[in-house]
């Protein structure tokens, strides 16, 4: 039997179908949300990229389709009242665990991904798409060549390097740093209800995969025996209403001619059977001593809630660099230097 | 940030300059943004110098300037600027690449910290020796552009130069048919006619498409 994601790369062994979700919000009182609300279930930390007041939003840890559900319905909830602010900046990232599936298992999944990609897009704001952050197979496609190669040769170029891959609307290179695959292209939607079908839309795709035990080509060959437009209604039930029906079929084909170099490639299992299993690394420490499946019970009344580590901001919300391990204080007033007062010289006692 | 704003003019030239777009419906290398919201461009020369890396610039510094006054973000002119991902494939060489090699292809990578055109750090191409300077040319203008040889020139040309791309994803040896994803031919042709291996079938549309 080939090795699993988290043998292979020794991420976490986190098992079923789990997701992790990250949220970019930007507002003047968004920055509040940190110190006012303890947001039970959810961590933050500055996002320099955004403009200042941008904060986002990410799971402490891995969680089920309710209750990430149930945190994201939480989470549009209690920042209403801070008046976020949607704009063309912030987006919205949705992780799905494969590191329990196994290798051959896992470019199953790549290529059911690459199939739905193109409708997938559909979905997503016009700014979205073409994005340099959220470059699709189409767009960038050394993913696909290099998808090829690691199927034939048994290496991980694209799921193996983080930061070369990262950009991708699929993000495939998070199977080496978290046991995921990370959807990127959707924007932070003003009602939630735009993130939470798409999160089921998610599932919906790589249950798929999870359920049928066939090779990725044999979903290939099905597409094109039932037609696209059948396949994707077969596989998304009724978040096929989700999309343009008129688009379906098109936009099914332009993602499938590119899942279907991956699918017919020969996957090299004697390459990746000489891999030698990595043992799992430590869970990222979060400074919480809460464990992850009880993020979503409330404190206790009069219990400590630890809050996130902050970057330095200026008085007007401006980041602010370090200098070396000193970070800059900007809440205080600069204290003038006074001298400590010299001990009056005390002339020897007699004895 | 989106695709046709942003936040200062330091954030458009640390992401615009080095890199080439689109501008006026044709490819144009950026190689600076001003202060005042000015893109300094020009178009791709028509050779490159393949010892030094220096190219032949013409001395045609076009200046793109913001429409409207008074926005909060820097909004470009989107009617001639189009940030949108240039789309690549194989490259037609002029002279041979190292290793004989005229045809090349090119792929762009989603590279984390990347810039919004093309650059050399973020493509990669089939060929391991791979020199930016080579591409910086009307060949990658023409590849950017779909504009190839037909079929029949391409047989033609491959026949004194060993290669010659007929479309971004195409290129044809003297009897070999080749794809821009794998090394190995995907196919052969004889008299004109082209015809796939059994295990590249699959390719049989996109090969109708691209004729």
Same mark, same amino acid.
């Given at each position: 039997m080939l090795p699993t994601v988290s043998q292979t790369f020794g991420v976490p062994l986190v098992k079923g179908p789990m997701y992790g979700v990250e949220v970019e919000l930007e507002g003047?009182?968004?920055?509040q949300v940190t110190k006012e609300l303890a947001l039970v279930g959810w961590l933050t930390k500055d996002d320099l990229?955004?403009?200042?007041g941008g904060i986002e939003f990410y799971f402490k840890g891995p969680q089920n389709l309710g209750l990430t559900e149930e945190a994201i319905r939480r989470l549009w909830k209690e920042t209403a009242k801070f008046e976020p602010m949607y704009t063309n900046r912030t987006a919205t990232h949705v992780h799905y665990n494969?590191?329990?599936?196994t290798i051959d298992k896992m470019y199953d999944l790549f290529t059911i991904n690459l199939m739905f990609e193109e409708l997938l897009l559909?979905?997503?704001?016009?700014?979205?798409?073409?994005n340099m952050f959220c470059l699709s197979a189409s767009d960038a496609d050394a993913v696909l060549y290099n998808l090829i190669k690691d199927k034939k040769d048994g290496t991980f170029k694209v799921s193996g390097m983080f930061d070369s891959y990262k950009?991708?609307?699929?993000?495939?290179?998070?199977a080496c740093k978290y046991g995921t695959i990370e959807y990127r292209?959707?924007?932070?939607?003003?009602?939630d209800r735009v993130l939470l079908d798409w999160v089921q839309c998610i599932h919906k795709i790589n249950e798929f995969v999870r359920d049928n035990n066939q090779p990725a080509a044999e979903y290939i060959r099905g597409a094109s025996i039932a037609g696209p437009a059948t396949f994707a209604k077969s596989v998304l039930g009724d978040h096929i209403?989700?999309?343009e029906a008129n688009l379906v079929k098109d936009l099914m084909m332009r993602g499938i001619r590119n899942a279907q170099h991956v699918a017919f490639t020969e996957l090299n299992r004697e390459a990746i059977l000489k891999i030698k299993p990595r043992p799992p690394r430590a869970?990222?420490?979060?400074?919480?001593?809460?464990?992850f499946m009880q993020a979503f019970i409330e404190p206790a009344p009069g219990q400590r809630v630890p809050q996130p580590v902050r970057a330095a901001r200026g008085p007007q919300g401006e980041p602010q660099m370090r200098r070396g391990n000193q970070r800059v204080m900007w809440d205080r007033p600069a204290q003038a230097w006074v001298p400590m007062p010299e001990d009056p010289i005390r002339p020897p006692e007699e004895e | 940030m989106g695709l046709k704003s942003f936040i200062d003019s330091g954030q458009a030239h640390a992401k615009l300059s080095g890199t080439i777009i689109k501008i006026k419906g044709k490819p144009a290398y950026v190689f600076n943004v001003d202060r005042e919201n000015k893109v300094h461009w020009c178009r791709l020369p =028509?050779?490159? =110098?393949?010892?030094?890396?220096?190219a032949e610039f013409d001395d045609n510094d076009e200046r793109i300037v913001r429409?409207?006054?008074?926005?909060r973000s820097n909004k470009f002119n989107s009617e001639t600027m189009d940030l949108s991902p240039l789309p690549l494939g194989y490259v037609n060489l002029n002279r041979p690449f190292q290793?004989? @090699?005229y045809v090349v292809g090119v792929h762009r990578i989603p590279v984390r910290? @990347? &810039?919004?055109g093309i650059h050399s750090g973020n493509v990669l191409f089939s060929?391991?020796?791979? &020199?930016w300077n080579l591409f910086f040319t009307k060949n990658m203008e023409d590849t950017m552009m779909g504009r190839y040889p037909s079929l029949m020139d391409a047989l033609d040309r491959a026949g004194k130069t060993g290669m010659c791309a007929f479309s971004r994803n195409f290129a044809v040896s003297n009897s070999k048919l080749y794809h821009v994803?794998?090394?190995?031919?995907v196919g052969s042709h004889m008299g004109g006619r082209l015809s796939l291996d059994p295990d590249f079938r699959y390719l049989g549309e996109l090969l109708a498409e691209d004729l």
């Amino acid at each position: 039997m080939l090795p699993t994601v988290s043998q292979t790369f020794g991420v976490p062994l986190v098992k079923g179908p789990m997701y992790g979700v990250e949220v970019e919000l930007e507002g003047r009182n968004v920055p509040q949300v940190t110190k006012e609300l303890a947001l039970v279930g959810w961590l933050t930390k500055d996002d320099l990229s955004l403009k200042a007041g941008g904060i986002e939003f990410y799971f402490k840890g891995p969680q089920n389709l309710g209750l990430t559900e149930e945190a994201i319905r939480r989470l549009w909830k209690e920042t209403a009242k801070f008046e976020p602010m949607y704009t063309n900046r912030t987006a919205t990232h949705v992780h799905y665990n494969i590191s329990d599936l196994t290798i051959d298992k896992m470019y199953d999944l790549f290529t059911i991904n690459l199939m739905f990609e193109e409708l997938l897009l559909s979905y997503v704001d016009e700014e979205r798409r073409g994005n340099m952050f959220c470059l699709s197979a189409s767009d960038a496609d050394a993913v696909l060549y290099n998808l090829i190669k690691d199927k034939k040769d048994g290496t991980f170029k694209v799921s193996g390097m983080f930061d070369s891959y990262k950009y991708g609307n699929l993000n495939f290179a998070a199977a080496c740093k978290y046991g995921t695959i990370e959807y990127r292209s959707l924007q932070t939607p003003k009602h939630d209800r735009v993130l939470l079908d798409w999160v089921q839309c998610i599932h919906k795709i790589n249950e798929f995969v999870r359920d049928n035990n066939q090779p990725a080509a044999e979903y290939i060959r099905g597409a094109s025996i039932a037609g696209p437009a059948t396949f994707a209604k077969s596989v998304l039930g009724d978040h096929i209403k989700m999309f343009e029906a008129n688009l379906v079929k098109d936009l099914m084909m332009r993602g499938i001619r590119n899942a279907q170099h991956v699918a017919f490639t020969e996957l090299n299992r004697e390459a990746i059977l000489k891999i030698k299993p990595r043992p799992p690394r430590a869970q990222p420490n979060r400074n919480d001593p809460q464990p992850f499946m009880q993020a979503f019970i409330e404190p206790a009344p009069g219990q400590r809630v630890p809050q996130p580590v902050r970057a330095a901001r200026g008085p007007q919300g401006e980041p602010q660099m370090r200098r070396g391990n000193q970070r800059v204080m900007w809440d205080r007033p600069a204290q003038a230097w006074v001298p400590m007062p010299e001990d009056p010289i005390r002339p020897p006692e007699e004895e | 940030m989106g695709l046709k704003s942003f936040i200062d003019s330091g954030q458009a030239h640390a992401k615009l300059s080095g890199t080439i777009i689109k501008i006026k419906g044709k490819p144009a290398y950026v190689f600076n943004v001003d202060r005042e919201n000015k893109v300094h461009w020009c178009r791709l020369p =028509d050779k490159a =110098d393949v010892e030094s890396g220096a190219a032949e610039f013409d001395d045609n510094d076009e200046r793109i300037v913001r429409p409207g006054k008074g926005q909060r973000s820097n909004k470009f002119n989107s009617e001639t600027m189009d940030l949108s991902p240039l789309p690549l494939g194989y490259v037609n060489l002029n002279r041979p690449f190292q290793k004989g @090699a005229y045809v090349v292809g090119v792929h762009r990578i989603p590279v984390r910290n @990347a &810039r919004v055109g093309i650059h050399s750090g973020n493509v990669l191409f089939s060929n391991k020796e791979g &020199r930016w300077n080579l591409f910086f040319t009307k060949n990658m203008e023409d590849t950017m552009m779909g504009r190839y040889p037909s079929l029949m020139d391409a047989l033609d040309r491959a026949g004194k130069t060993g290669m010659c791309a007929f479309s971004r994803n195409f290129a044809v040896s003297n009897s070999k048919l080749y794809h821009v994803y794998y090394e190995e031919p995907v196919g052969s042709h004889m008299g004109g006619r082209l015809s796939l291996d059994p295990d590249f079938r699959y390719l049989g549309e996109l090969l109708a498409e691209d004729l």
